[in-house]
């Protein structure tokens, strides 16, 4: 789910199956990470954070994994529902305690 | 609790005119923020406030954007004289403070359209 070019990438999943969404960051100095989800036409909606001391960290279906060494975020959805397709932003704190820097988003579609 | 409130949410001007957008944070919060969203990208950070005070503008450009957020009141993103470039989703999230990993919270955005 790396951003290539001026089109989303997308994923496509089942009801039911596990996803996995990715994100690869650039600058080693971030420290904080959120994934936040956005549904069409509303405000990006908070989903999981992670701090760069820890490498996992769960929620409710959910599940962050942070790679320093290849500067690599995930986020992981447990059985997928209808109800989680939207786009996914994957964003970073570069240390200023205050700005995220986003991604460019990945179009999650999960089929009945 | 109210979550973040802007207004209006769609906003058409014609280029050369004036745009207003206003947000409201979630209450006990004092921190906003704005950022600017084009089609099928990521959010751009803009602009942080503190009641009465702009601490960083860094992302905000040079000439035709102001923000404030006074002691009463909304937060306000000025646009001066738009251009059709301006055309964008413009976000507004709020926190209780700047400590490292507070959470903030987003508005349901103003979508601009520049005719």
């Known amino acids: 789910g790396e951003s290539v070019g001026l089109h989303l990438p997308t994923l496509s999943v089942q009801e039911g199956d596990n996803s996995i969404i990715n994100c690869a960051y650039s600058?080693?100095?971030?420290?904080?990470f959120i994934w936040y989800k956005q549904e069409s036409g509303k405000g990006p909606q908070f989903i999981i954070d992670?701090?760069?001391?820890?490498d996992k960290r769960q929620g409710q279906r959910v599940t962050v994994l942070l790679n320093k060494t290849v500067k690599h975020l995930s986020l992981q959805i447990a059985a997928t529902q209808p109800g989680d397709s939207a786009v996914y932003f994957c964003a970073e704190d570069e240390g200023s305690n205050y700005k995220l820097t986003f991604g460019k988003g990945t179009l999650l579609t999960v089929n009945p | 609790n109210a979550g973040v409130m802007q207004n209006p949410r769609h906003l058409v001007r014609r280029r050369g005119q004036e745009a207003r957008l206003r947000c409201s944070p979630m209450?006990?919060?004092?921190?906003v923020y704005w950022y600017r969203q084009l089609p099928e990208e990521g959010l751009k950070f803009m602009v942080y406030?503190?009641?009465?005070?702009?601490?960083?503008e860094s992302g905000m450009p040079k000439e035709r954007f102001s923000a404030e957020f006074p002691k009463e009141g909304p937060s306000i993103l000025r646009i001066q004289q738009v251009v059709r470039g301006d055309s964008a989703a413009y976000f507004c999230?709020?926190?209780?403070?700047?400590?490292?990993?507070?959470?903030?919270?987003f508005g349901p955005g103003t979508r601009l359209t520049v005719l």
């Open positions: 406030l503190q009641k009465e005070n702009i601490i960083d």
């Open positions: 999230a709020s926190s209780p403070s700047a400590r490292p990993n507070n959470e903030q919270f």
């Open positions: 992670i701090r760069s001391n820890m």
């Open positions: 600058n080693s100095a971030s420290d904080y």
């Open positions: 209450k006990g919060h004092s921190h």
